[in-house]
């Protein structure tokens, strides 16, 4: 029981890029190319801001992985998004409809 107080919480992907829900596929790549180029490595030297906008922008540019991560943001499960991405269809369908209101 103790592990799961222990869980961080996740930043959230879409404020990493300075995002909403509700954003566009066009607004998300317009805000990920700005910070790519903001953060970049050549530019800057905290590289692991620009490894998490870039981790960020490989879920949400990808409207598959996109679909996923808004399902795991919605099923209200104390598991981290890389664990919900691993389970099967019928697990994660289950998590969003049982989610606590």
């Excluded at 953060?39 to 679909?67: E, V």
Aim: proline share 3%; hydrophobic share 35%.
């Amino acid at each position: 029981m103790q592990s799961l107080f222990d869980l961080k919480k996740e930043e959230d992907l879409y404020s990493i890029l300075n995002c909403v829900d509700s954003s566009t596929s066009e607004q998300i790549r317009t805000e990920y190319k700005r910070l790519a180029l903001q953060h970049h490595p050549d530019k800057n030297s905290n590289s692991a801001q620009f490894d998490k906008i870039k981790a960020a922008y490989d879920i949400l540019g990808d409207p598959a992985k996109r679909a996923l991560y808004d399902r795991w943001k919605a099923s209200g499960l104390i598991i981290p998004f890389s664990q919900f991405a691993q389970l099967g269809t019928h697990a994660q369908f289950i998590g969003n409809h049982y989610r606590l209101s």
